[in-house]
């Protein structure tokens, strides 16, 4: 089939099978250009592997020196008659492909992370072919989540709190600025979204594990969040997801106590902005991401996930002593996003901004390059015009169905 981009709104409903199996392999080779991770990982948990930050986790984990096995949990969709499968799907396809061509191990569980069936079944891969993690990265980002105790279905939201919002908003799909008001969030949206994406998975994941003895003696496990600048701040820091956050936050706090009695540790890590399926879809962001863009590619210190996540594994994860944090505990690999210089520039420019400059200042080109890229189009000596095979099998998948 040939396969070019469907956009809809803020994702893109096809998936290139090569152009995907092509970014895997520049996010491996970025990684295997570099000094390799000191006494990294041996043996990893990811939970949202397929695409975005834990995708890239997957990557520098393997890749990135000491060839980690990793175990990865993710929700995807493979291919079905004329309908692509999502990229996450292509991504984990190749990744499988190239890891067992260098001997590495890697296994896939496609379903949901929440529940307690796929927590049982990764404990049984771990416990027959791992042994103990010392690694486990947890990744989701994720619209629902149905509580496997309850049976509840929460949803997640982004709105603000205390009060409507509007603002300028960039609607990438038709490059328009406009004003977009948002309603406050009811207190039952606010549990719901920190139900959906706080920490209360990740700590059942860790107490799954625990119970099940396949934590190693110096485990690590790391969750991510942002923060963010002023700019953003009432919708997202100070809104639905960033009271998500909050919680998440403190889930670390509480298990990094609990690790720490067995010499592990608990740590959040905060990362840059970034365009992934996630992020695009957060009102107002993707605004604030082409002017920041722009910045810092202007300033040189442009980076994406992999740049982000190779550069925590290696100088703030795996380094000679403990845990490279700051005062509140928390990694900073947003540090380069914060700084006051990139801050101001963007400040600057947000306060000029209006309909007949905003693409001046902005770098739209680069934000729908990294979009489409997401999905696999726009990538170098890809032919897209060439008929390519869509029905593609995840290695350990489909072994395991056999
Ligand atoms: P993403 O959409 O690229 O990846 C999400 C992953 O979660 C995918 O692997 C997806 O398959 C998986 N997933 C979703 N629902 C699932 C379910 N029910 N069961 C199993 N897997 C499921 O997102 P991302 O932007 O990489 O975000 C990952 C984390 O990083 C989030 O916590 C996010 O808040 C955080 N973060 C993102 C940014 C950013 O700008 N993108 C910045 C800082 C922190």
Redesign the pocket.
């Known amino acids: 089939m040939i396969v070019q981009p469907k956009i809809r709104g803020f994702i893109c409903t096809t998936a290139h099978p090569v152009g995907c199996a092509k970014h895997i392999q520049e996010q491996i080779d970025y990684v295997k250009k570099h000094k390799p991770v000191n006494q990294g990982p041996k043996k990893v948990l990811i939970?949202?592997?397929?695409?975005?930050?834990?995708?890239a986790s997957r990557i520098v984990a393997s890749f990135g020196g000491t060839k980690a096995a990793t175990i990865g949990?993710?929700?995807?969709r493979e291919a079905e008659a004329k309908r692509t499968a999502t990229s996450?799907w292509y991504n984990m396809v190749a990744f499988e492909e190239k890891a067992k061509k260098e001997g590495i191990y890697a296994k896939s569980f496609n379903?949901?992370?929440?529940s307690d069936e796929i927590k049982q079944r990764v404990v049984e891969a771990v416990k027959k072919d791992l042994g103990k993690l010392d690694l486990i990265i947890y990744?989701?980002?994720?619209p629902r989540?149905q509580n496997p105790k309850t049976g509840e279905v929460s949803k997640s939201v982004l709105k603000p709190i205390g009060a409507s919002y509007t603002n300028r908003s960039l609607d990438v799909s038709i490059n328009k600025l406009e004003m977009v008001t948002l309603p406050e969030a009811t207190p039952d949206e606010i549990k719901q979204t920190i139900d959906v994406?706080g920490g209360e998975d990740w700590e059942e994941w860790i107490n799954v594990l625990d119970k099940n003895n396949l934590l190693d003696a110096g485990v690590k496990t790391v969750?991510?969040?942002?923060i963010g600048p002023e700019l953003t701040r009432a919708i997202y820091r100070n809104g639905t997801i960033g009271r998500a956050k909050d919680h998440l936050e403190a889930t670390a706090k509480k298990l990094d106590e609990r690790l720490k009695k067995k010499g592990g540790r608990a740590v959040v890590s905060?990362?840059?902005?970034?365009v992934?399926?996630?992020?695009s879809a957060i009102p107002f962001i993707p605004l604030y991401f082409v002017l920041l863009k722009k910045v810092m590619k202007e300033k040189n210190i442009e980076e994406d996930?992999i740049q982000q996540i190779f550069r925590m594994f290696s100088t703030r994860l795996y380094t000679d002593s403990n845990i490279v944090v700051d005062q509140n505990g928390f990694i900073r690999m947003d540090d380069w996003e914060m700084r006051p210089d990139v801050q101001s520039a963007v400040q600057k420019v947000w306060d000029i901004l209006n309909e007949q400059n905003y693409e001046q200042f902005s770098d739209i080109k680069g934000y729908q390059e990294d979009f489409l890229k997401l999905f696999g189009f726009g990538l170098k000596d890809v032919d897209y015009n060439a008929d390519v095979d869509i029905d593609l099998k995840i290695p350990s998948i489909a072994s395991s169905i056999a």
């Open positions: 939970i949202g592997s397929s695409t975005g930050y834990g995708l949990v993710f929700f995807e996450g379903g949901d992370a929440f990744s989701l980002a994720s989540r994406m969750a991510y969040s942002y905060v990362n840059k902005a970034l992934t399926q996630s992020s996930c």
